[in-house]
C-alpha cells in the first residue's frame, strides 16, 4: 500500500491516470470498493484488506518457487549445519568440495534447531547435519558417523595438572550438543567409559556451543570434551592436546539429513558421500594423534 494515488503511479512509472483506471475496473469487477477516498488518500476497505493479504500470500508462494527452480537450475544446495561443525570443520574444508564439484553451490546457515520434514520445506533446506543419539524418524538418512570423544586442554594446562599430585580441573561443557539433548551427555558418557578415570572436579563451566568450550580450553581455564572431528585442526596446530592417555570412547553421531533425497547422482547425495568421508578423514587422524601421545 502506497497511501495515494501519486505514490503508487511514481512506483509503477506509470501515470496517475492508468492507476486510477485500474482500480476502478478492479473494483467494477469485483462487484465491491476496495478503498476509501478522502482528501487524495486511499484508505483500503475490509475487501481492499483482504484482496492484499491473499496477493502477498501470492507473491509469497511464488518467490519461493522461483527460488526453488533457480537452485535447481544452478544446483544449488541449502544446507542447515550445527554452529560449531561449521566454524570449526565445514568453512575450512569447504573448497576441497567445490573442487570436486564445481557445478554445485552451497550455502550454509549455522544454526542450533530440531531436524523436522516440516522445517526443510518451510525454509527451502535442502540437508541437515546434525549430531545426537537416535536417527530422525520422520527425514531420509543419507549418511551418519559416529563421533570419538576425550577431554582436551592446552598444552600449558595438562602440563600444569602432571606437576601437581592432587591437581584439580574445572570441567567445560557444552551444554546443548543438540536441541532437547541431555545436558553433560558427553562427560557422563567418559566417565562411564573410564572409571578408573579419578580426576578431581574442582569447577564448571558452561556453553552452549561446543567451540567455545574448545576456545575456553586452548585459553588455558580448564577441560573440554572434544569431538574427534570438531578438534582436528586445533590438534593439528597443537593449540589442544589429550588431558589423559586413555583411548577416545564413542559419543553421539553426525547424522546428515534429508526430506528428498533424489536420484544416485544428485546433488544432496554427492554432498554427503564427500562429507562422511571428509569426516572420517578427520576423524583418523585425529584419533592417530591421540594414540601416538601427540
Known amino acids: 500500500?502506497?497511501?495515494?494515488?501519486?505514490?503508487?503511479?511514481?512506483?509503477?512509472?506509470?501515470?496517475?491516470?492508468?492507476?486510477?483506471?485500474?482500480?476502478?475496473?478492479?473494483?467494477?469487477?469485483?462487484?465491491?470498493?476496495?478503498?476509501?477516498?478522502?482528501?487524495?488518500?486511499?484508505?483500503?476497505?475490509?475487501?481492499?484488506?483482504?484482496?492484499?493479504?491473499?496477493?502477498?500470500?501470492?507473491?509469497?508462494?511464488?518467490?519461493?518457487?522461483?527460488s526453488?527452480?533457480?537452485?535447481?537450475?544452478?544446483?544449488?544446495?541449502?544446507?542447515?549445519?550445527?554452529?560449531?561443525?561449521?566454524?570449526?570443520?565445514?568453512?575450512?574444508?569447504?573448497?576441497?568440495?567445490?573442487k570436486a564439484a564445481p557445478e554445485i553451490e552451497l550455502f550454509?546457515?549455522?544454526?542450533?534447531?530440531?531436524?523436522?520434514?516440516?522445517?526443510?520445506?518451510?525454509?527451502?533446506?535442502?540437508?541437515?547435519?546434525?549430531?545426537?543419539?537416535?536417527?530422525?524418524?520422520?527425514?531420509?538418512?543419507?549418511?551418519?558417523?559416529?563421533?570419538?570423544?576425550?577431554?582436551?586442554?592446552?598444552r600449558e594446562y595438562r602440563g600444569a595438572m602432571l606437576d601437581r599430585a592432587e591437581a584439580t580441573i574445572t570441567c567445560l561443557h557444552d551444554d546443548v550438543p543438540w536441541l532437547g539433548g541431555p545436558r553433560d551427555f558427553e562427560w557422563r558418557e567418559w566417565q562411564a567409559a573410564n572409571p578408573s578415570w579419578k580426576a578431581r572436579i574442582g569447577g564448571d563451566r558452561h556453553f552452549n556451543l561446543a567451540h567455545l568450550a574448545y576456545h575456553a580450553a586452548l585459553c588455558g581455564q580448564g577441560m573440554a570434551m572434544g569431538r574427534a572431528v570438531l578438534i582436528n585442526r586445533l590438534m593439528e596446530r597443537g593449540e589442544l592436546v589429550a588431558a589423559t592417555d586413555l583411548a577416545p570412547v564413542p559419543g553421539a553421531s553426525y547424522r546428515i539429513l534429508t526430506h528428498r533425497p533424489g536420484p544416485a547422482r544428485s546433488p544432496v547425495r554427492s554432498f554427503a558421500a564427500w562429507l562422511v568421508a571428509e569426516m572420517e578423514q578427520s576423524q583418523r587422524r585425529t584419533v592417530a594423534m591421540l594414540l601416538d601421545g601427540s
Open 108 to 154: 550454509i546457515r549455522a544454526e542450533l534447531s530440531v531436524p523436522s520434514r516440516e522445517r526443510m520445506q518451510d525454509e527451502g533446506i535442502d540437508l541437515i547435519i546434525g549430531y545426537q543419539r537416535e536417527p530422525v524418524p520422520d527425514l531420509h538418512e543419507l549418511a551418519s558417523l559416529q563421533e570419538m570423544i576425550i577431554p582436551v586442554c592446552s
Open 68 to 98: 526453488r527452480f533457480d537452485r535447481v537450475q544452478r544446483r544449488s544446495l541449502v544446507i542447515s549445519c550445527l554452529p560449531s561443525l561449521a566454524t570449526e570443520w565445514l568453512v575450512p574444508h569447504l573448497e576441497g568440495f567445490y
Open 1 to 66: 500500500m502506497h497511501g495515494s494515488i501519486t505514490a503508487a503511479a511514481k512506483r509503477q512509472s506509470v501515470t496517475q491516470g492508468a492507476v486510477s483506471q485500474r482500480i476502478l475496473r478492479l473494483e467494477g469487477r469485483l462487484g465491491t470498493p476496495l478503498f476509501l477516498r478522502k482528501n487524495g488518500r486511499l484508505t483500503p476497505t475490509a475487501a481492499g484488506e483482504a484482496l492484499t493479504e491473499a496477493m502477498n500470500d501470492v507473491a509469497e508462494t511464488l518467490n519461493g518457487a522461483l
